[in-house]
């Protein structure tokens, strides 16, 4: 059982956790806390897989501008526990055997998957550096990179036009 | 470490959004779930680009790259949708002083 | 090229328009030459006149279908405008975002008919949806308007995030590591590994959400039903267009050579959707609700294109969408200018609007697919397309048993139009207004005569 | 050129009547079909062969198909009732009002372009195209101008017939996709067959047949009929019986039985029984009926019920005996619809119990009404008597089936019951005393008289002297009957 | 000469078209004198074709006036055939339509102008079509006459439209008679089917070489034909009913021409009947049935119009048994006899009537032998001519008949000559409860009584002696060679009288006197019980049976008409309206109805829509898993 291995494992368990956790959980906020450590937990992933780069991205990104976002919405309406009544069991049953029931049929169709002698390798490669991803996005990419910039153009447009006050 | 693995991991947190998708009610919660499915799928991505990396680095040092430019860009589009989410479910607050997706029925059948 | 770019910097002008001009009908009418100079760009870009020269790395790729696509839906969008731009301007307080938001969703379209990866699929799909969320809860004051935007925003994203774990799959599969549709398919084999089928199905799904095939549709019914009008309008046509071409182009390109391994689940959705969208319009009472069950229909004919993807489909499904747009169009056009949207609405309608009510009339016979009329020809395309392949001819006929029940909804309008009497609601229309119509209706008829006319652009090729 | 006219005249005129005057409109329409019957004699008189009759030019490319049309053939007769039919139609309802009178005419001369273009196409899908252009302004006349239960009736007929058409489209396609070089013409599929296994033509008949089985209609499907008869304003009932119906007919004698000589062999005996029961069924109803309108709407099921009997016998006789009975049956119906709409506007009731004792108020409409109802029951020297009697010998001495006896005999039955029905309504409707709905009758204006003397004329010139209509239709006899299989 | 003979039906046709085009215009007088002259004037025509025709070494002509019919390779040309049958039903036809017209010159003039013109027009037509009938050189055109003279008595026995069992009448008429088209079409049918061709000269020739069950068959569906146009059993039921009618009509159509058509198209195609024994039997059966059926029933009739209908079906029954028995010359005669005497009978009960001012019930007639002497005696001739009493016409040629059947079968003759014995029974109770006694109308008639006017009265005396001394047309050999003229003109086309040469001499003067003592014996009887006292209570018992006809008529409504209509009602109620209707709307509400429900899916919650996708999902991946194993 070498460390990458404890890593992979242990960093697993805790992102399945934590992830379970922030569905489960009933107050919202700790849900924005249980899904920033999920965060957290993936992020250790990438810097297994040796994408730091996109480790950072995720964590600023997600961890920090996203979920606070997230967090300063949840305050800023108060939400708390008792704001959502649980009702309607049913709901949540049929729910849980759903999401239970695609993990099985995604599993059932994955497992004939010859990959047994593929693996993802961890630690080495430098396609994750900033300096390798910089250079292929500003090269074959840039027409997507320049478009994204469309698409956060809508964005932008979009939340003035929902978020101002009329 | 065997891409197995991976795909199981991410698999297993896709659908655990799906069923935080299906269970809750609160559509912030709604929309955290959707976020960790995503991030599910970047870490599959990422996974994938170093298996293909593993295969292919002799011939193309770059091999398998494409996917963690692709991550890159779901962060954008995650992003952006972020805030176009967030805008409208805070009109809807506005109007509703409410967050719960069950008291959206007024448009059915 | 041209069409994405200036899009783009027409959508820029646009929302910079709201702060120069205050008046709603010069914005419109801005709106109105933009589209134009956008149509005169797209049909040049078809002509071999292209004036942005930019290496996409084999991103895009520019071909006659996506291109006539692009014009035909750009047209569509003029003529949209042309009867709409008014009523566009006045569902809120920032008309000049919204037509700037609506170049955003064509700057996505023509993206999304040229994508030759699925990079360029997902970004391009993603600027169509998120403009979309925004315009059908423009209308902030009115809570079916935020409902429809919020549960289409929940659902929207959801879809994408199905979307992204089957590219992320098919990413895997691909024996080379790239997103591009040619490495996509298996090198020289036309078995499918079991991820690669996992992750088309998971595309497939999420395609199948965007055009809204059962039974991946439930938001359309809402979602139309609740977004402005005019923005419905939009959506139903132009949108659902674009992004029908998208799927196409996908399983065309990427996919053609496993056909036989995917048909049958675009079959079973085809029969789903045809089933669905018919039978449950029949009851509805709402004709803006019933569209939208007639859309989801209508897709279901489409859709059987993809089911063959040959010349015929090709050829079927460019008169198809043009005709579809067009039909749609017009009725909503008409819809637009109604405060009672039920049926009994419409009694009447023809005494005190004659002409209204005869365009009315053959736009409902085209989507009904009466000979002579545009929509005929469509669904002939389609399903003389599919039994050109001489299987499925259960569900040619599963879908003309659907045609003749849409027969029934399309018909009580007409019904109601002509044979019942009732005082019709006043519309506020102008001669301009009727002339566009019988401009569509005329269009429609000579498509339903002369398909020639639109098809055989497929085959001038300029390049 | 002659076809392109016989097509483009009443097509144009409808489309001009649509931004006419009410009271021009009639006039026009009226004009319109005269020119319509003038240049459909002139077709008939042209020499067979002549380059006028003939007129193809490509319509749809990519899809190899053409605007063909001709004037020939069985299309010819049936071309000729249509142009005569819609001249009476018109004179006989010369004095009824209707609002919106442009609409109306109009519509009604775009279903006669409709018709004509049946008769005349020789490409599939441009048949395809005239079949449901006849049928739209039909349905538009029905639900407009009708009686109070309109709405429904003709809903239910259009359903019915559309759904009918879409079966027929798929069987057309499928054809298609089997003749030589993908291509809709009528020759064409006439020799699709061969690349059509025997199999396949056996389910592939029920596909087109049904469609035909609808419009003529054959005993199941017959449903829609009466009420849509019924609640059409009268006016259009004589274009559906006496026009839209001969369409079934022709189809068969036309796109399906050349087509799947084999289809309709094997199902030959099936149909054959279905017509049968029809008639039998038909005629039995039509005893019952107290509403004129629903009694000659059922006798007219039986009587097409042995038309189409005929057709699938195959033999000379009986082929010959349907072309003129085509005719024959437009011609006698269109008379009795007249009646029923002079008696319906001067008394505003169709109940034969209401009614009594019109010979004494109105002998001249009596007489002409003994005339063409003894026309209806095939009394000899009558037009009808030379068709059904063909028909008859030619199912007597069928080779397609083994029944041929069986069916001869039970299908006799319904002269018996024909004249029973028919005397009926005579008798109650007519004689007897009169009641005081009929004492204030009176006899028929000239313009009624005219078109009924027209129509009587015609009832005994072609009772006595049929040989015109069997040198016209001779030709297309043989024609049909080469390309027909029966068991050597 | 024969070569015109396409004007003996023109004439007729003429005179139609006339009376019926201008029927408002012209007046009653000129309408009945074109009607009769044209008549007339096709009687002179066929008088001299019958000339001709008499001259030794004539050979039947043909005379095609165009093509009627052709399809494929069968062709139906409109022609008429000239020989010795067609010729003397000419004469027939025409002579005594003659006379008829005449009569009713006299007899309609009460009639209003129209109906006057209407009457005689119909009366032409009548004469016309059955001019076809009998000229006809083919089974078609003898079909068209066939049914055109079933139209005529349809309208004329309705000619008192207003009237509604008139009406009924004549409807039942049309409808038993077309009963009998039917059968006689599938014969045409067949026969087409089997020889191509329908005209006499072919058919016949060809016929030897048909097997002998097609021939009985065909022969036995003509029959079928020809019981509806004759009235015999089992369609005999319209003849008495069919006395709704002016009285001339009775006396043209049914009892002179039409009904004698079933045994002019017999006796047409005895080539057929004598290569099909078994038809022949059957034929002579229902003969004798009807005779003595219909006899029974007119015994106890009390309108005098009704027991000269039941006597005229009996008398075509002794026709049939003619037929049947191969005696067609005979039949023919008899036919011509009967033309006579049932036409004069019939016109003298019409006078009677007239005197009667309308009344037809012989109970309260009596005692007018002194009111109408030209009537009296004549109706006398008539009855002695129909009891076959020698000298008088009735007797040669019932008696010939007879003859001929004893000669086929003894049995034939017992009920023959039983028949007869009823017949001469009724026609004296007829005569004397008509003509003897005293008057026991009311005395508003008796005093309205007078003799009719001479346009009737010269018929009748014309008929009367026609009657009389008809008979000696084709007196038996027996008396003397060559003294049958009649079979002997006949003899080209019908040969020889077959039955009575095998019978010795003796027996047959035996026979002859049998039925004469018999015949001569009811007539007493029945002169001594009836003059006196006729009886004109209620009939009891079997007397009731046969004054109530057997009941034939009520048997017909339970067995046919009334389960046809209730079938009829089944269809429309059942079938039409729940059974098919039903499906069709059912459809129409099934898709509603599913409608219905299925919008329910759209339940608005998100979290539904969303586990409605996953569930698609799911069930697609389902799908996949099945198809890779």
Same mark, same amino acid.
């Not at chain 3, 879809?159 to 997103?179: D, E, P, V």
């Not at chain 4, 002297?465 to 009957?481: C, G, K």
């Not at chain 5, 003969?287 to 005098?304: E, H, M, P, R, Y």
């Given at each position: ?166 | ?109 | ?463 | ?488 | ?91 027939? #036809?025409?002579? /005594? &339509? %003659? =006379? +008829?017209?005449?009569?009713? *010159?006299? $007899? ?6 129209? @109906? ?62 077309? #009963?009998?088209? /039917? &059968? %006689? =079409? +599938?014969?045409?049918?067949? *026969?087409? $089917? ?6 006499? @000269? ?428």
């Amino acid at each position: 059982m070498s460390a990458t291995q404890f890593l992979f494992w242990f960093l697993s368990i805790l992102a399945l956790f934590s992830a379970i956790m922030m569905v489960v959980s009933k107050n919202p906020v700790y849900s924005v806390m249980w899904l920033i450590v999920v965060f957290f937990a993936i992020s250790g992933h990438y810097v297994l897989l040796n994408a730091q780069f996109l480790a950072i991205v995720n964590l600023i990104v997600y961890a920090g501008a996203i979920m606070v976002l997230f967090l300063f919405v949840i305050m800023l309406m108060n939400l708390n526990a008792e704001t959502e009544p649980q009702k309607n069991k049913w709901l949540k049953i049929a729910g849980v055997i759903g999401g239970g029931a695609l993990l099985l049929v995604l599993v059932a169709s994955l497992k004939e998957a010859d990959l047994h002698n593929r693996i993802a390798e961890t630690g080495k490669g430098e396609i994750g550096l900033i300096h390798n991803l910089g250079m292929v996005l500003f090269k074959e990419y840039v027409i997507p990179f320049e478009i994204s910039s469309v698409l956060f153009l809508s964005a932008m447009v979009g939340t003035v036009v929902i978020g101002k006050k009329d | 470490m065997p891409i197995n693995y991976y795909i199981f991991l991410t698999v297993a947190l896709f659908c655990i959004g799906v069923a935080g998708v299906l269970t809750r009610r609160n559509a912030i919660i709604i929309f955290m779930c959707i976020e960790l499915m995503l991030n599910a799928v970047n870490l599959l991505l990422i996974a994938f680009s170093k298996m293909h990396h593993a295969t292919a680095a002799v011939t193309d040092p770059n091999a398998g790259i494409n996917g963690q430019i692709f991550v890159f860009f779901i962060m954008v589009v995650a992003a952006a949708e972020v805030s176009v989410g967030l805008a409208i479910i805070a009109m809807m607050y506005r109007n509703t002083h409410s967050v719960d997706v069950n008291f959206l029925n007024r448009l059915k059948h | 090229m041209n069409s994405i770019i200036t899009s783009a910097i027409l959508g820029v002008i646009m929302m910079f328009s709201g702060i120069f001009l205050k008046k709603n009908s010069s914005i419109a009418a801005l709106a109105i030459l933009c589209i134009v100079v956008l149509l005169v760009m797209s049909v040049l870009d078809m002509s071999g006149y292209h004036f942005f020269p930019v290496d996409t790395h084999n991103m895009l790729e520019f071909e006659v279908f996506g291109l006539l696509i692009n014009c035909i839906v750009f047209s569509c969008t003029l003529a949209y405008f042309l009867l709409n731009a008014r009523d566009i301007a006045s569902v809120g307080n920032n008309p000049g975002e919204y037509f700037a938001l609506i170049f955003f969703v064509l700057c996505g379209i023509s993206i999304a008919t040229s994508f030759n990866s699925l990079l360029m699929l997902f970004i391009g799909i993603e600027i169509i949806s998120i403009p979309l969320y925004i315009l059908t809860g423009s209308d902030k004051r009115n809570l079916k308007s935020n409902e429809a935007s919020l549960k289409y925003f929940l659902m929207g994203a959801f879809s994408t995030g199905i979307m992204l774990l089957g590219i992320a799959f098919l990413y895997g599969a691909s024996t080379k590591g790239s997103f591009f549709l040619d490495d996509l398919a298996p090198v020289k084999s036309v078995i499918a590994s079991p991820m690669m089928m996992t992750g088309l199905i998971l595309l497939l799904i999420s395609m199948a959400f965007k055009v809204s095939a059962a039974p991946f549709h439930f938001w359309t019914p809402d979602v139309y039903d609740g977004a402005p009008t005019v923005i419905t309008s939009f959506m139903a046509t132009v949108v659902k267009a674009g992004t029908f071409i998208a799927f196409i182009r996908l399983f065309a390109n990427a996919f053609f050579d496993i056909k036989n391994q995917w048909q049958i689940y675009i079959a079973i959705i085809t029969a789903i959707t045809l089933f669905i969208g018919n039978i449950t319009a029949v009851f509805q009472q709402s004709v803006k609700r019933m569209l939208a069950y007639s859309s989801i229909a209508q897709v279901g004919f489409m859709l059987l294109s993809i089911l063959t993807l040959n010349t015929l489909a090709k050829e079927g499904i460019i008169l198809y969408v043009t005709v579809y747009n067009v039909a749609t169009i017009g009725l909503f056009a008409i819809l637009v200018k109604m405060k009672d949207f039920s049926f009994e609405g419409f009694n009447g309608l023809a005494k005190k609007y004659p002409l209204v009510a005869f365009t009315a009339t053959i736009f409902l016979l085209s989507l009904a697919g009466i000979p002579l009329t545009g929509g005929f020809l469509a669904k002939y395309y389609m399903i003389s397309s599919v039994m050109e392949t001489g299987s499925y001819l259960w569900l040619v006929i599963f879908a003309l048993l659907c045609a003749t029940v849409s027969v029934y909804y399309y018909f009580r309008v007409i019904q109601a139009m002509y044979f019942k009497e009732g005082a019709a609601q006043h519309l506020e229309i102008g001669p301009g207004f009727q002339l566009m119509l019988v401009i569509l209706s005329l269009i429609i008829i000579l498509l339903g005569i002369f398909p020639q006319l639109l098809i055989n652009r497929l085959y001038i090729i300029y390049i | 050129m002659v076809p392109v006219l016989l097509i483009g005249i009443p097509l144009l005129a409808g489309l001009i009547g649509f931004s006419l005057k009410d009271v021009a409109a009639k006039s026009w329409a009226l004009f319109a079909s005269l020119l319509t019957l003038g240049v459909s004699l002139v077709g008939i008189c042209l020499p067979k062969d002549s380059r006028q009759l003939l007129f193809n030019e490509p319509w749809m490319g990519s899809l190899n198909s053409h605007f063909a049309i001709s004037l020939d053939g069985t299309g010819q007769i049936l071309c000729l009732l249509t142009a005569i039919a819609f001249p009476l139609i018109f004179i006989s309802t010369w004095k009824e009002e209707y609002k919106k009178a442009h609409n109306f005419f109009g519509l009604m001369l775009l279903s006669q372009a409709g018709l004509l273009g049946v008769f005349l196409a020789t490409d599939a899908l441009l048949f395809y195209f005239f079949w449901e252009l006849a049928l739209i302004p039909v349905y538009f006349l029905a639900s407009q101008w009708g009686g109070e239960k309109r709405i429904a009736a003709t809903f239910k007929f259009f359903i019915y017939t559309f759904l009918g058409s879409l079966m027929m489209l798929i069987g057309i396609i499928y054809i298609y996709f089997h003749t030589r070089d993908h291509s809709f013409a009528l020759s064409a599929f006439y020799e699709a067959h061969l690349l059509i296994s025997t199999e396949t033509q056996a389910w592939l008949f029920w596909f087109i047949f049904i469609a035909f089985a609808v419009k003529m209609p054959i005993f199941p499907f017959h449903t829609w009929q009466p009420d849509t008869y019924e609640q059409s304003p009268t006016a259009v009932t004589m274009v559906l019986s006496g026009l839209m119906v001969k369409m079934g007919v022709f189809g068969l004698l036309r796109w399906l039985a050349p087509v799947l000589p084999m289809g309709t062999y094997l199902w030959g005996d099936t149909v054959s029984m279905m017509c049968i029961i029809g008639m039998i069924y038909a005629s039995l109803i039509a005893m019952r009926q107290d509403d004129l309108k629903r009694m000659v709407a059922y006798s007219s099921i039986a009587h097409i019920g042995l038309i189409c009997l005929a057709v699938f016998a195959t033999t000379e006789l009986s082929i010959q005996g349907v072309m003129i009975q085509m005719f024959n049956h437009g011609i006698n119906i269109i008379g009795l619809w007249i009646v029923v709409f002079l008696i319906e506007k001067q008394f505003n009731t169709r109940k034969i119990s209401e009614l009594g004792g019109l010979a004494s108020k109105a002998p001249v409409l009596t007489a002409m009404l003994v005339i063409i109802a003894l026309a209806n029951i095939a009394l000899p020297l009558t037009n009808a008597f030379i068709g059904e009697f063909l028909m008859f010998s030619g199912i007597y001495s069928s080779k397609a089936t083994v029944y041929n006896v069986v069916f001869t005999v039970t299908a006799a039955m319904t002269i018996i019951l024909s004249a029973v029905y028919m005397l009926n309504m005579v008798q109650r409707a007519f004689y007897g005393p009169t009641n005081a709905l009929t004492e204030k009758g009176v006899d028929i204006r000239m313009n009624e008289k005219f078109v009924l003397g027209i129509i009587v004329a015609l009832i005994i010139v072609v009772g006595v002297y049929p040989e015109p209509l069997f040198r016209l239709t001779q030709d297309s006899v043989n024609a049909v009957l080469s390309k027909m299989y029966v068991k050597p | 000469m024969s070569n015109y003979v396409y004007l003996v039906p023109l004439f007729p046709l003429i005179g139609f078209l006339i009376n019926g085009l201008f029927r408002k215009s012209i007046p009653k007088s000129l309408s009945g004198l074109i009607g009769t002259a044209m008549i007339l004037a096709s009687f002179i025509v066929s008088a001299g074709i019958f000339f001709q025709v008499k001259q030794e070494g004539f050979q039947p002509v043909t005379i095609t006036l165009f093509q009627f019919i052709h399809a494929g390779n069968l062709t139906i040309p409109f022609s008429f055939l000239v020989d010795p049958l067609s010729t003397l039903f000419l004469l027939i #036809i025409t002579g /005594v &339509g %003659f =006379l +008829i017209h005449l009569y009713s *010159i006299g $007899y309609m003039k009460e009639e209003n102008a129209p @109906d006057y013109s209407k009457y005689f027009c119909f009366l032409n037509l009548f004469v016309f079509f059955m001019l076809l009938l009998v000229l006809g050189s083919n089974y078609v055109i003898l079909f068209i006459g066939w049914e055109g003279v079933g139209l005529c008595s349809y309208l004329l026995i309705g000619y008192w439209f207003k009237n509604i069992d008139y009406d009924n009448a004549a409807k039942k008429a049309f409808i038993m008679n077309r #009963i009998g088209d /039917v &059968g %006689f =079409l +599938i014969a045409i049918f067949a *026969i087409i $089917y089997k020889f191509n061709s329908v005209s006499f @000269d072919t058919v016949f020739q060809a016929a030897p070489s048909a097997t002998t069950g097609f021939l009985t068959a065909i022969t036995l569906l003509l029959f079928l034909g020809a019981t509806g146009k004759s009235a015999q059993i089992p369609l005999y039921t319209w003849l008495p009913d069919a006395m709704a009618g002016p009285t001339p009509v009775s006396a043209l159509i049914h009892a002179a021409t039409m009904v004698t058509a079933g045994i002019y198209m017999i006796a047409r195609s005895h080539v057929l009947y004598n290569l099909a024994p078994i038809s022949q039997t059957v034929v002579a059966i229902t003969g004798l049935a009807t005779i003595i059926l219909a006899a029974l029933i007119a015994v106890k009739q009390n309108d005098i119009k009704k027991v000269l209908a039941y006597s005229t079906v009996s008398q075509l029954g002794y026709m049939f048994l003619g037929l049947g028995v191969g005696a067609y010359s005979e039949a023919v005669f008899h036919v011509l006899t009967h033309a006579f005497f049932k036409a004069l009978l019939f016109l003298c009960a019409g006078s009677v009537i007239h005197a009667m001012s309308g009344e037809q019930d012989i109970r309260s007639m009596g005692g007018l032998k002194k009111y109408l002497p030209i009537t009296h005696i004549t109706f006398l001739m008539g009855c002695l001519a129909i009891s076959g009493i020698p000298p008088f016409s009735g007797f040669f040629s019932k008696d010939e008949i007879l003859t001929a059947a004893y000669g086929k079968n003894p049995v034939y003759f017992i009920i023959g000559v039983a028949g007869a014995m009823i017949t001469a029974f009724y026609m004296f109770r007829l005569y004397a409860t008509t003509f003897l006694g005293n008057f026991r109308g009311t005395d508003k008639q008796q005093h309205h009584l007078h003799e009719s006017p001479s346009t009737m009265t010269i018929p009748l005396v014309v008929l009367a002696i026609l009657a009389v001394v008809g008979g000696f047309l084709g007196v038996p050999e027996l008396f003397a060679k060559n003294s049958n003229l009649l079979s002997h003109f006949l003899s080209p086309v019908l040969g020889g009288g077959e039955g009575s040469e095998e019978i010795p001499a003796s027996t047959e003067w035996m026979l002859m006197g049998v039925s004469t003592i018999l015949a001569l014996s009811m007539v007493l009887y029945a002169l001594s019980r009836f003059s006196k006292k006729p009886e004109l209570g209620e009939p009891v018992g079997f007397a009731k049976w046969m004054a109530d006809k057997f009941y034939v008529d009520e048997l017909y409504d339970t067995l046919i008409v009334k389960p046809l209509n209730a079938l009829a009602d089944f269809f429309y109620q059942i079938i039409e309206k729940k059974l098919i209707d039903g499906l069709v709307n059912g459809t129409g509400r099934l898709v509603q109805y599913s409608s219905r429900q299925l919008r329910y899916l759209q339940s608005g919650q998100v979290g539904g829509y969303v586990l409605l996708m996953v569930i698609g999902t799911v069930l697609l991946f389902v799908v996949q898993l099945f198809l890779r194993k």
